[in-house]
């Protein structure tokens, strides 16, 4: 596919369940797939599936359908899954420690190889096999690994003075649970997950404001 | 405001970074602000701020701005946040003990009250005080006691036997860490919150693909 082809957020977005569907069909021995079938397990429409997969370059053989196993390695490649990254994560508490025991992250790649926190309690700790260093450590550690991924799980305002430090020591991707938004530069990709916001989606849901 | 106008899921999606931001302006004293200030401070247009408010009749004072209380407030009541719930997760591994020992969602009035589990290893533990029972009981609970929100954090093959008990007993939010699409009836809301989708948004963005 032609690597300078322009793909929309809204495209990039819906990618991983692509991933996600054709991975269970190679689970379960199916090799090829109409788009008419695969709209129907993933509840959209099959036009919408060809005109996203054409947006990448891949075409379903007319009569044929999909190569399952091709499309999986493209869309694996197109979301980068083909490689590995070093993740540290800033916040060692409950959600920090969460997500580096979440073993389905090392499955696609992404490795934590360190945890930092300034609370002496947990400073030494061991999670998942990864001591909790000092954020005081964070600097020197940044300039002495690879870290493709900075994860942030700590209160707002530690979480806006740590990121430029991410930052200023050239990590290019911020994986955001503090609950504030992130002034980075333009080549800096922050990707939010707001947890209360998500719940409020539901509170307002279930009290009868719906579109 | 008038209840039955309808409201599009973009501006909702915005409305809790609305009520976030305005909720520090007034931990800071400030109480009016123009749609330019506020505009600045979170990184969108002032029209686009202006249109967001107009839709659910919060309109600013020519000259004087918002009354960022009167604001807060309205908000707050469009999101459901003038109300509590009662949420119970099924998962109390990792992931499920870190959401209900995060204090933020109380904060706001999501309250855990039940945590369930079948692993015989965690039943009968206690997370943030609230004793983690047995998964078979589960009808059970939800038949005695009021439950908003089913909070799910268990392998995507268990979220889809867990679901439909939520659905057939009453719940009306279910909020989804399992990596899996549920099938529920169109009175049900679902939020998903996929970790590992998310960061596949960053392994893409990082790789080169950039829109």
Known sequence: MNNDKKISVAVIKRLPRYYRYLGDLLDNGITRISSNDLSKRMNVTASQIRQDLNKFGCFGQQGYGYNVELL???IKKILGLNKTYNLIII???NLG???VNYSNFARRGFNFIAIFDRNPKLIGLTVSGIEIL???ELKSFLENNRVDIGVLA???DNAKQVAPILVENGI???WNFSHVDLDVPDNVVVENV???D???QISYAINGYVE
Do not use: F, N, R
């Open 72 to 74: 999986y390695e493209e």
């Open 91 to 93: 916040g060692g508490g």
């Open 97 to 99: 420690q969460a997500l």
């Open 134 to 136: 000092d954020v005081a």
């Open 154 to 156: 700590l209160p707002k």
């Open 172 to 174: 290019k991707g911020i």
């Open 194 to 196: 707001h947890l209360t």
């Open 198 to 200: 998500s719940l409020m």
